[in-house]
């Protein structure tokens, strides 16, 4: 079993920058697929950025490339999410996911654990 905690959700103007952290528990951290998604009102949730078990491969949705960057510490079994020149259609709720394997989905039906969400509002 994995658990997933996300934290540092908020409130931010346009053009700002917040980071997320998901940590995990569980044996299986290091050989786990990270991702995180996000979901606004009224829509489904999607994809926006993942990290192999290493870190060294990442994807990310075209929405948020330039602008987000994944990355984890597999020492303390921290994935984050930095998050830069934000914009009102940024305003989601983040959740993050994993999954063991080698490849990165993009789609949530491919993640095995969920975290909780973290709440993210851009105003403008």
């Known amino acids: 079993q994995v658990q997933l905690v996300e934290s540092g959700g908020g409130l931010v103007q346009a053009g700002g920058s917040l980071r997320l952290s998901c940590a995990a528990s569980g044996r299986t951290f290091g050989s786990n697929v990270m991702g995180w998604f996000r979901q606004a009102p009224g829509k489904e949730r999607e994809f926006v950025a993942a990290a192999s078990w290493n870190g060294r491969t990442t994807a990310y949705a075209d929405s948020v490339k330039g602008r987000f960057t994944i990355s984890r510490d597999n020492a303390k079994s921290t994935v984050y999410l930095q998050m830069n020149s934000l914009q009102p259609e940024d305003t989601a709720v983040y959740y993050c996911?994993?999954?063991?394997?080698?490849?990165?989905?993009?789609?949530?039906?491919?993640?095995?654990?969920w975290g909780q969400g973290t709440q993210v509002t851009v105003s403008s």
């Open positions: 996911a994993a999954v063991v394997g080698a490849l990165i989905p993009r789609t949530m039906h491919e993640y095995d654990y």
